[in-house]
């Protein structure tokens, strides 16, 4: 059962349990006994993969390989083995739907022409459609942000880091370079 080791359900830690007959694999969340998967070994020589909730794929190929070792006893106790392999594929990705756009005015800001007037912060909200896993978080990329130089603050282009990452609140913050200092 050590290639169940490490398996997630939702960023939930799994535990895989063998039947006493040796027929049934159930993987259930740790602590819930929620069922993920449910493996079963038939004695026809048939088996059955039945999967409930959602696997975290970390690899390159999204995808985990159950490799399962089976014996076959007959009646005179000859025995024979052989593996059978199930390949779990990750499913969709989510989809960003909308993000809403913000207009500031930085005339509001400190030394502003309308400094404590003009709007000078803002909320929006990003909507997105969950694919077969949730959605842990959102971020920001800092190397994708003002790719094209448009946002620039004493002709220099703004560029964006991430300072702080709370309890799943991440902060971002713009800054210029001038003469080798951050600004």
Known sequence: LSQFDGLLTDNQVTVATLSEDGSNITLTVAGTG??????TLNTD???QFEQFKPLEQTNDSDTIALSLPTTIVDYDQDTVSNTFVITIADGDNPVINNVTSLSL????????SLQGIAITSGTGSISAAAGSDII??????PTEFNVSGELQSQGQNVLLELTSNVNGVRTYEGY??????RI
Do not use: A
């Open 34 to 39: 929620e069922v993920v998967l449910s493996i």
């Open 176 to 181: 210029i370079e001038l003469d080798g200092v």
């Open 105 to 112: 005015d930085e005339s509001g800001v400190e030394q502003g």
């Open 45 to 47: 020589g048939t088996y």
């Open 136 to 141: 842990d978080h959102f971020e920001v990329e």
